[in-house]
């Protein structure tokens, strides 16, 4: 009887256990060892090894073993589950005559099952001829002209042969101009399959079903984990190479292309079985085991030995003193057998691939004696492990170092508490004493050296993986109490974020309520009907928390905003513009404040747009939450501006000048949101974002004047000292004004999923190569919002300006390579979340630049990119990142536009610090690093050359002839402005961001 079940519901259900409902992989050796001769189970055993090939395969190579045999075949689950196939497309007979007439080429993935090493393609390269197969494990599609090059200049050097033909598919990655060029540049005549016809590229596609359907074979026999898929193809590529082919008349492949039998190098092992690796480690104790429990994954492509993985030390060993286990499976039997799900890969989902690199993962599947092919780029020895885990290729030894799949968790709260994970955290209890210098902050001089279009991070959730813990990243205890304490409580009350779940919430549900009596007390609206032909605009509650200088909680803050969006221009609205601080004057005033001892104090304006009367008729809906009968069908009739709005903020601001002009303060005219009193040598600034308002200088007499006032036209709170601005935390002591966005990198993390990714230690790779079009398209709104957020954090981290600015070229059409770039950032941030700008007293308040171009860097229209750097007092204070908007023809002109841009600059600066009271007497210096640009500034030479850039030239000379600017030249090392202009390697990267000021008190001591 096979089962039992009883009727239900008109069907059967059929009882069985679970351990019945899917057979062991193993269930076939099993009936072997019970009802099969020896012959037989020995050739089971080699049909094992050798990658689970046909019986007639084998019948070729044990002739002996099969004439004992009873059967003239065997029942393989492993082959049945992996090679179950369709009827096959009728042969072609048009093989050609010598090795490498004709390579076929194909590339297979996206896999759904990232690699350890972060691999999710392959693509093969087939010698016609012999059907000898190379293998190239790939993270990008677009590296696949990088693995031709390299598999060309092989086949050059090791078997001095020409590609004649080189047949493929029409996908982008084989048809694009620099492929195409490569070919033609070399004779190579590219042969691709009509539309929708595989079988054209029959060749290629079936040798990849051959890979997969013996790749999958190794994976199930021994449950290995899918993450080790790139090791099983790479493997099968080995085995295929050496063992018959039936489309040869059973020639082994690689015997036929070198004309000789080679043989195997050592003997061939179960893929997958559990092996011992003899322990050479100096570190080993004498009391220690000699040996370690590993995983065989194949066989090295550059060394004479096996390939093992142990996890718990996660590395990779490659080694002969191997002993096998060949018939024990290391993996647990409760592994996954069918689909794409383990238990180690649900713990690898969120892990992201490491950063693409110009070497890739070498084929494995030819590797013969005295060859050398490129191999793992994760390799190190594993006695100097180097440090952020980066790896060094140049230190291969016999002992290899590898990634590991490590245990998750999920992610629980929004960002690091210094209370975070106290075991492996270095951050002090409450009874810890502060540090000898604490910043509220205390600086350190040293700086901080797959849907298929969404990241696998982002689909699985927010997750953190421990193998990089953020707390490695993020520390407090360079901090004082006060302000450990409030960057604490910054992230100390999650956000509702929506109005039902602020209602449940008795300290929000006070907020909104008290925000509705300050609304209706101030005679904001009018309830009425609806008036024919009006449409009503929206409205929404947005959250957030009011915190006082020493971090507690001020008050639950709830706003009622309307959807402007919404509204019609020339029906409810007029005018809209008003002024907005800019960050850069927020800088230039912290940089003076640093060098001046001045004051910082915060103020915020309560509803500060209700102060605005509209001109306007606007009607809105009924907040959200707060509606009765007596107002159902009715609408509000605004009186008064009201958050959203278009015209708001220009109502608020012209009620604000006035209130500001009318004691004495003026506006500045290079920023018309910062207004200036002086008295003697005594100065007062104040500058207004909106509602949050910021007041320096050494007028305290003034400044308690001033908040009188201010309290008497408005609602004004008093924050104390400055401690958060525009989600930019500042800190200060004696070593100066420090800020940053930490928190706002933690969240940015925590919502992306990459709180628990690894790290890399630049933002962007050098001689990057993006272009539009290059890869499949993916969501533009999410890539707009994640980039919007970068260029938002590029306020306090000039080190990813030149990253961001060129993947924001890409909103438009973003592609899946420019999102990997947008990934990439994160993962650079994630190195030092708490990085920032720290302004030093240098005892000055000179003006410096530095500027620089990237002759012809764009690949999509060979325009420069400009870069420039201003320093005000020592202390950076504005930076720029920037395509020219012409091609430049030489690098002069580049440089020269780039020059023309930093005067501009200056200018602003020398009139911003002129309203401030500060004038400097010396020439403001701008540095260039380009001796041809720097002439063409002082003489009217080269005309031919220049006279398309006449309005430059002539900008330039007449600031150099009135002394205003001085240009002196400055070594290429020494350039500031370079990080601007391309991808920097990471020694030179870190070198120039040190030299711009950037600091990192939150780093781990």
Request: net charge positive; hydrophobic share 35%.
């Amino acid at each position: 009887m096979i089962g039992s079940g009883r009727a239900h519901g008109g069907l059967y259900l059929l009882e069985a256990s679970s351990q019945d409902s899917l057979p062991s992989i193993d269930s076939s050796h099993e009936a072997l060892q019970a009802d099969s001769s020896p012959a037989l189970l020995e050739l089971h055993q080699w049909h094992r090894r050798l990658g689970h090939p046909s019986f007639g395969v084998l019948g070729k190579l044990f002739p002996l073993l099969v004439k004992q045999c009873t059967h003239n075949k065997f029942i393989c689950d492993a082959c049945e589950l992996a090679k179950h196939k369709r009827t096959s497309y009728p042969s072609f007979n048009n093989k050609s005559t010598a090795p490498f007439m004709i390579v076929h080429s194909d590339v297979w993935g996206p896999s759904r099952v990232v690699t350890l090493s972060g691999y999710r393609w392959f693509v093969t390269f087939i010698d016609c001829y012999s059907r000898v197969t190379w293998v190239y494990l790939l993270r990008h599609k677009d590296e696949v002209f990088s693995c031709f090059r390299t598999f060309h200049k092989m086949v050059s050097t090791q078997f001095d042969a020409k590609i004649r033909v080189l047949r493929s598919d029409n996908g982008t990655e084989y048809a694009n101009g620099e492929f195409r060029a490569y070919l033609a540049d070399h004779g190579i005549l590219h042969q691709t399959t009509c539309v929708d016809t595989p079988a054209q590229n029959g060749v290629a596609e079936r040798k990849n079903r051959h890979l997969l359907e013996v790749a999958r074979s190794l994976i199930f026999t021994m449950q290995v984990p899918t993450n080790f898929w790139g090791d099983a193809v790479l493997t099968a590529a080995y085995l295929i190479n050496r063992m018959p082919l039936s489309t040869l008349d059973f020639q082994v492949p690689l015997d036929l292309l070198q004309g000789t039998s080679l043989g195997h190098r050592f003997p061939l092992r179960v893929f997958g079985c559990v092996c011992f690796v003899h322990d050479h480690r100096p570190s080993r104790g004498k009391l220690d085991p000699k040996a370690l429990r590993c995983v065989f994954l194949g066989y090295s492509a550059t060394q004479k030995g096996y390939k093992c993985y142990h996890p718990s030390s996660r590395k990779t060993f490659v080694s002969m003193d191997v002993t096998f286990h060949e018939s024990v499976a290391f993996f647990p039997s409760s592994s996954s057998l069918q689909g794409e799900s383990c238990v180690i890969q649900e713990e690898m989902d969120f892990v992201c691939p490491p950063t693409r690199t110009a070497t890739i993962q070498g084929e494995a599947g030819v590797p013969m004696e005295g060859e050398q092919v490129t191999c793992d780029v994760e390799r190190a020895t594993i006695n100097q492990p180097s440090k952020c885990g980066r790896l060094d290729r140049n230190d291969l030894k016999t002992y290899v170092r590898s990634r590991l799949p490590v245990k998750c968790q999920t992610e629980q709260t929004t960002c690091v508490p210094p209370t975070l994970s106290q075991s492996h955290s270095p951050t002090p209890g409450p009874s810890s004493p502060p540090s000898s210098s604490n910043f509220e902050s205390s600086g350190t001089d040293n700086p901080v050296i797959v849907d298929i279009d969404v990241p696998i991070a982002v689909r699985k959730g927010i997750r953190s993986c421990t193998q990089h813990p953020i707390s490695n990243f993020v520390s407090y205890s360079s901090l004082s109490p006060s302000y450990r304490a409030f960057v604490s409580s910054l992230s100390s009350v999650s956000i509702p974020q929506g109005w039902k779940e602020a209602l449940a919430d008795p300290n929000w549900k006070e907020a909104m309520a008290e925000e509705m009596r300050a609304l209706e007390k101030n005679g904001t609206w009018d309830f009425v009907g609806l008036p024919n032909g009006k449409k009503p605009v929206g409205c929404k509650w947005v959250y957030t928390i009011k915190q006082k200088a020493d971090g507690t909680i001020d008050r639950y803050k709830a706003r009622l905003v309307a959807k402007g969006f919404t509204q019609t221009y020339g029906i409810d609205y007029q005018e809209t513009f008003a002024p907005v601080a800019k960050m850069n004057s927020v800088r230039v005033l912290l940089s003076c404040a640093a060098n001046q001892g001045w004051l910082l104090h915060q103020l915020d304006v309560k509803n500060a747009f209700l102060h605005g009367d509209l001109e306007e008729e606007v009607y809105m809906e009924m907040p959200p939450g707060f509606s009765s009968q007596t107002t159902n069908g009715k609408v509000c009739r605004l009186k008064k501006a009201l958050y959203g709005l278009k015209q708001s903020p220009r109502a608020w601001f012209g009620r604000f000048h006035k209130a500001m002009v009318k004691i004495g303060y003026k506006q500045s005219n290079a920023d018309h949101t910062l207004f200036i009193k002086r008295r003697g040598d005594m100065i007062t600034v104040l500058i207004v974002y909106v509602d949050d308002i910021v007041v320096t200088g050494n007028d305290s007499d003034e400044v308690s004047k001033l908040k009188v006032h201010l309290a008497r036209e408005f609602e004004i709170k008093d924050l104390g000292s400055l401690r958060y601005f525009l989600g930019i935390e500042v800190a200060r002591s004696d070593k100066g004004i420090f800020i940053s966005q930490r928190k706002y990198v933690l969240d940015l993390l925590k919502e992306t999923g990459m709180l628990g990714c690894k790290p890399v230690d630049s933002p962007i790779e050098v001689n990057h190569r993006l272009m539009s079009g290059d890869g499949d398209l993916v969501d533009k709104e999410r890539f707009q919002r994640l980039v919007g957020r970068l260029i938002y954090l590029a306020h306090t981290r000039p080190d990813i300006a030149y990253a961001v600015g060129v993947v924001s070229q890409f909103m438009h059409d973003p592609c899946t390579t420019h999102l990997d770039a947008v990934y990439r950032i994160l993962k650079y941030l994630k190195s030092a979340p708490g990085k920032g700008v720290l302004f030093s007293n240098h005892g000055h308040l000179e003006l410096e630049a530095f500027t620089d171009a990237d002759w012809a860097g764009s690949i999509n229209d060979r325009r420069s990119t400009s870069g420039y750097c201003t320093l005000v007092g020592g202390n950076l204070v504005t930076w720029r990142s920037k395509k020219q908007s012409v091609v430049a023809r030489s690098s002069a002109e580049a440089e020269y536009r780039a020059m023309a841009h930093g005067i501009c600059e200056l200018i602003w600066l020398q009139t911003l610090l002129r309203d401030l009271g500060i004038v400097c007497n010396k020439s403001m210096r701008l540095y260039c690093d380009n001796k041809s640009a720097i002439n063409i500034a002082h003489n009217p030479v080269q005309h031919d050359r220049t006279k398309h850039i006449e309005i430059d030239r002539h900008f330039i000379k007449e600031k150099l002839n009135e002394g205003m600017i001085c240009t002196p030249f400055v070594k290429s090392e020494d350039q500031l402005a370079d990080v601007f202009t391309k991808g920097l390697s990471s020694r030179f990267f870190h070198s120039i961001v040190c030299k711009l000021g950037m600091r990192d008190i939150y780093a781990p001591t």
